[in-house]
C-alpha cells in the first residue's frame, strides 16, 4: 500500500493552521500531522517526525518561514500574506513548489495538493526518471501539463500518470491512482494495445510471469 504524504503545517495564527490541516486531511492520499507554530517547533517536527511536505507561512514569531523552507530539507508550499513580487521570487529561489497568497479559496490548496501527489507519484521512488518523465512531473507541478488527448480517455491520463519511472504492475498502478486492479489492468491493455505503454513480462519465484507496464523508452 502507498504511504500517505504526511504534512505538517507551520502557521503561527491557530486558527488559519487548523483550516489548512483539515484541508491536507480531507485530500486523498494525504495525512496531516498537528500543525506547529514557531520554526523552533517546525525544525523539531522535521526532525522527529519525518514529514513528507511542509506549509510554511512566512512572518513567523521566531523568524522567517522562507529561510526554513530553504534549510529544511523537505518539499514545501510558502502559504503566506506576502504577496509581493520579492517575497514570490524569494520562495521560489529557496525552493518553495508553491506560493499561495493569503485570503485564498479551499480550492486552490486542494488543487496544489492534488498536483504534488500526481508529481510525486512520478518522482517519489528511487529509480532514475527519464527525462520525458521530469518533463511531466513539472509541467503536472505548475499547472501546465498538455491536455488529455483526445484518443485517451481521462482514467488512461490518469493511468499513465500512476506508471512512474520504472514502471509498474495493473495492482500497484490501481492502487496509486485509486482504482481497482482490474480497472487499471483494463485501461492499461487498451493503452498496450495502441503502442502508448509497453508490457514486459516479470518472472518470479512461482514461476508464473507477472506483467508489468510501462511508458517506452
Not at 494525504?30 to 512572518?59: G, K, N
Not at 499513465?160 to 485501461?187: C, F, K, P
Request: aromatic share 4%.
Amino acid at each position: 500500500m502507498t504511504a500517505p504524504i504526511r504534512t505538517l503545517v507551520v502557521d503561527d495564527d491557530f486558527r488559519v493552521a487548523g483550516i489548512h490541516r483539515d484541508i491536507v486531511a480531507a485530500a486523498p492520499g494525504f495525512a496531516a500531522l498537528d500543525p506547529v507554530h514557531t520554526l523552533a517547533e517546525a525544525s523539531a517536527a522535521v526532525r522527529d517526525r519525518s514529514p513528507d511536505l511542509v506549509l510554511v507561512d512566512v512572518y513567523l514569531p521566531d523568524g522567517d518561514g522562507i529561510e526554513f523552507v530553504r534549510a529544511c530539507g523537505v518539499d514545501a508550499f510558502v502559504l503566506t500574506a506576502a504577496g509581493d513580487a520579492a517575497s514570490v521570487r524569494r520562495s521560489l529561489r529557496a525552493g518553495a513548489l508553491a506560493h499561495l497568497v493569503k485570503p485564498f479559496d479551499r480550492q486552490m490548496l486542494e488543487v496544489r495538493l492534488d498536483r504534488y501527489r500526481r508529481f510525486r507519484n512520478i518522482l517519489g521512488g528511487t529509480d532514475t526518471p527519464r527525462q520525458a518523465e521530469i518533463d511531466r512531473a513539472l509541467a503536472i507541478m505548475h499547472g501546465s501539463d498538455a491536455p488529455t488527448s483526445p484518443s485517451r480517455s481521462v482514467t488512461e491520463q490518469v493511468m499513465l500518470d500512476a506508471l512512474g519511472s520504472g514502471g509498474a504492475s495493473a495492482a500497484e498502478v490501481g492502487e496509486r491512482a485509486g482504482v481497482s486492479r482490474a480497472t487499471a489492468q483494463r485501461h492499461l491493455v487498451a493503452l498496450a494495445s495502441r503502442g502508448i505503454v509497453e508490457v514486459r513480462l516479470n518472472y518470479g519465484r512461482s514461476g508464473r510471469p507477472e506483467h508489468r507496464y510501462a511508458l517506452p523508452r
